[in-house]
């Protein structure tokens, strides 16, 4: 289960990180 929580979070991180690297584009 924890494992799964982990993977879940990571996969946040990788889409924020994402969303960053697209807002910097922009601006």
């Known amino acids: ?4 929580v982990i ?3 990571l996969k946040k ?3 924020i990180a994402r969303y960053r ?3 910097k584009e922009v601006i």
């Open 1 to 4: 289960i924890e494992a799964i």
């Open 7 to 9: 993977a879940e979070h």
């Open 13 to 15: 991180e990788r889409q």
């Open 21 to 23: 690297s697209l807002i």
